[in-house]
């Protein structure tokens, strides 16, 4: 067999690796060029920043710059005058978003790289400095800009992981209000799932205004409260201390300010989500009703949610098996809904971290998975797979057949892969998402699994016979 060698005109073979596997496609390399002529570097730092421009631009081609406001706009300046067109800088903590967005406000055309890419070579830290490194390696096209969604896309981010933090900052003082009933000796979490539920709210603060009466506790239970108001009586009998009353009264006030900020937090994501250009119209392409029988999340916000998304992305996400709203949001956030800027499905889902990331040597795998990254959308998409294994879909099942072959390690990457396929479809192709049919499904898998054991069967001479 043989290929054509790319770019050469000529014809060259293929090379099989030791092992007898598939022959390898050889390309010819193109010699080392300048690209980017008028490519610039910058090494940011919290109190200076060095930026290097190409010889022969200025009387020095490095110059060191402060990181006042005021001197940012004078290396913007300075490399215009320069005739820098694209700059080339690393993501050094969040010291690079002043001076990215200046810059960006000025029409640069850059690339905000990962450090330990540019640092793979060694032994230019004695030679060079970085914003040299960086603009010479820029120059030669030898730089992969990171992602970076578009600036409205990064405020909702900024808004929404606060919002993240609130939820998770007044998690803690649940904590310290069970604590302290536990201390106390009253077992409420023992007998309603979630103190801060209907029931378990307005037992607390009445233990905090001054009640102390089992009995009259548990008449604030809740109609759809499991256990009974004995039961619930039964376990608020304990010792009412000074000390762990005046915890839990503490605890209380922090977690309704916490709360109180959530819902000033969620009016000005509202607000921020009327700005986006519709992708549709609800008059002529309403919203479906939702399948989904789900308890309400306490965390999801108090407008509809499910609306801004649909009209903010034209489809609705939330269709896929094991997307709420929340997660659906997260992943929004975090990649934006322009779906261009991956090349393709492959690539979104190894951008993510979902995909299969073989490291092979002289035709050998050295090692199997996929590559280390965080990212919160990474997290959303497996979350989504949790809460499909957990359902009777489609993904669900797919779900579930890895996990009896490979374990749940596995079956949650495969399926949160499989989910991100559907989500960048969805939104590439702007498709309503169906979920195909358990019964086929099934049916594909029982069939396959015949076929499988029949070929089996033939190699070792024996008949497969269904069962009377």
């Known amino acids: 067999m043989t290929v054509k060698q790319e770019g050469a005109g000529g014809v060259g073979k293929g090379r099989k690796s030791k092992k007898g596997g598939k022959k390898r496609k050889i390309t010819k390399l193109d010699s080392l060029k300048q690209l980017n002529l008028n490519a610039g570097g910058l090494d940011i730092g919290a109190a200076e920043i060095y930026a290097a421009v190409p010889e022969g631009r ?13 001197d940012l706009k004078v290396l913007a300046d300075w490399l215009e005058a320069c005739g820098v067109d694209t700059v080339a800088m690393e993501s050094t903590s969040v010291y690079w978003i002043p001076i990215y967005e200046i810059l960006e406000e000025r029409g640069f055309d ?13 032994g230019r830290k004695t030679d060079v ?5 960086l603009q010479q390696l820029h120059t030669y096209g030898l ?11 990064c405020e909702l981010r900024t808004l929404l992981r606060h919002r993240g933090n609130l939820i998770r900052w007044r998690a803690a003082h649940i904590q310290h209000m069970q604590k302290a009933l536990n201390l106390m000796n009253l077992h409420l979490t023992n007998v309603i799932s979630d103190i801060t539920g209907v029931t378990g709210m307005k037992i607390v603060r009445a233990i905090v205004v001054g009640e102390r009466d089992p009995k009259v506790l548990a008449q604030y239970r809740d109609p759809n409260c499991k256990n009974s108001e004995e039961v619930i009586a039964k376990s608020l009998e304990g010792n009412y201390s000074s000390e762990h009353l005046f ?13 109180d900020k959530i819902r000033t937090c969620d009016v000005e994501v509202e607000k921020l ?18 399948k989904k029988n789900r308890r309400k999340n306490k965390n999801v916000p108090e407008y509809d949610l499910r609306t801004y998304l649909y009209q ?20 929004i956030s975090e990649v934006g809904t322009d779906m261009s800027k991956w090349k393709s499905v492959k690539h979104f889902t190894s951008w993510l971290g979902l995909a299969p990331e073989n490291d092979i040597s002289g035709g050998k795998v050295l090692r199997r998975g996929t590559k280390k990254v965080k990212s919160r959308a990474n997290l959303a998409f497996r979350q989504g797979a949790m809460g499909a294994s957990r359902g009777q879909s489609v993904l669900g099942a797919f779900y579930r057949r890895i996990r009896a072959r490979h374990g749940p390690g596995v079956a949650n990457v495969a399926t949160a892969h499989k989910i991100a396929r559907i989500f960048y479809t969805m939104l590439k192709e ?3 998402y169906i979920s195909p049919d358990t019964a086929d499904y099934k049916a594909k898998q029982k069939e396959r699994a015949i076929k499988h054991l029949k070929r089996k069967a033939t190699r070792l001479g024996l008949q497969v016979v269904p069962a009377a």
Do not use: H
Not at 315 to 331: C, F, K, N, P, Y
């Open 129 to 133: 400095l970085d914003c040299q490194w």
């Open 312 to 331: 903010m992305t034209g489809v609705d996400l939330t269709a896929i098996d094991g997307l709420d709203v929340l997660t659906v949001q997260t992943i």
């Open 58 to 70: 200025d009387e020095v081609s490095v110059r060191q710059f402060d990181t006042f406001t005021a």
């Open 247 to 259: 915890v839990l009264q503490q605890a209380l006030e922090l977690y309704d300010i916490y709360t």
């Open 430 to 432: 702007r498709q309503e």
């Open 143 to 153: 730089l992969r800009g990171s992602f970076r969604p578009r600036q409205e896309i």
């Open 273 to 290: 989500y009327s700005t986006f250009e519709p992708q549709v119209d609800l008059v002529e392409e309403p919203l479906k009703q939702s």
């Open 110 to 122: 850059l690339y905000l790289v990962n450090a330990r890419q540019v640092k793979n070579v060694t």
